[in-house]
């Protein structure tokens, strides 16, 4: 493909897009698709099993299905990362991308930086199209899950719904982009009508730390006041 990289134009932009998160693999990027080469493929620790979830209100009842595929990790993140907040990809360095063009994900490699800054780049090419191309290794995808996590999909999805909730409920998400916030913040809505125990769930842990740190507080006020000489 032809080399579309301008380290001019990234260097005065900072790496805008590679701060909101890794970029997408295609299925043309390994040399393989089959279980034992992704699973080497994912030790290297630079790639994350993630998922695009997509809603449906059945007759009134909401669900949703994980749409599996492969993207450069995010930083903190695990080796599946089915959902939680996008973050700076791991493979961000000081000095750039970790890789050279050639063995960077096609997501990042596709992507067409302009001289006008973040808001002007874009793919030169249908990225949803690309990721779509994983439909065919969903089955494979969901084995690495079970295999690596010791938990289905659905097990994996409910456990980190739980974390995005805690997440949101206790503001972890300064090093987010205000644009994930906001995708994050319009899906919450429909993610609690699915799981309603997550999000019982991730309150009563918060409600847990507001408790400690009352607690905390108040061992900190009184052992200052113990302090204070009594005037009798
Ligand atoms: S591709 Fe665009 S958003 Fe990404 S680092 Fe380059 S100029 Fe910035
Ligand atoms: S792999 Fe490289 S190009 Fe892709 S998001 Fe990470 S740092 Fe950016």
Redesign the pocket.
């Known amino acids: 493909m032809e080399k579309l990289e ?1 380290k001019e ?2 260097q ?7 701060k909101k998160s890794g970029c997408d693999y295609f299925t043309t990027d390994f040399v393989s698709l089959k279980s034992d080469y992704l699973e080497e493929v994912l030790k290297s620790g630079r790639i994350s099993i993630v998922a695009i979830i997509k809603f449906n209100n059945d007759h009134g009842k909401m669900t949703l299905r994980p749409f599996l595929y492969l993207r450069a990790r995010n930083t903190g993140r695990g080796v599946v990362d089915l959902l939680s907040y996008k973050k700076a990809c791991a493979s961000l360095e000081e000095d750039g991308c970790y890789y050279d063009f050639e063995h960077r994900p096609s997501g990042g490699k596709h ?1 067409v ?2 001289s006008l ?2 808001n002007h ?1 874009h793919p030169d090419v249908d990225l949803l199209k690309e990721i779509m191309n994983w439909r065919n290794y969903q089955n494979i995808l969901r084995g690495l899950v079970q295999k690596i996590t010791g938990m289905d999909v659905e097990t994996k999805l409910k456990e980190d719904a739980e974390n995005l909730f805690y997440d949101y409920l206790t503001d972890n998400n300064k090093d987010v982009a205000i644009e994930e916030r906001k995708d994050i913040l319009g899906m919450l809505p429909l993610l609690k009508e699915v799981y309603p125990e997550c999000y019982d769930k991730a309150l009563e842990r918060y409600n847990q730390k507001k408790d400690q740190e009352d607690l905390e507080a108040q061992e900190k006020i009184e052992k200052i006041l113990s302090r204070i000489p009594s005037n009798r």
């Open positions: 301008n134009f990234c005065k932009c900072g790496g805008y897009c590679c992507l930086p302009s800054g973040k780049c």
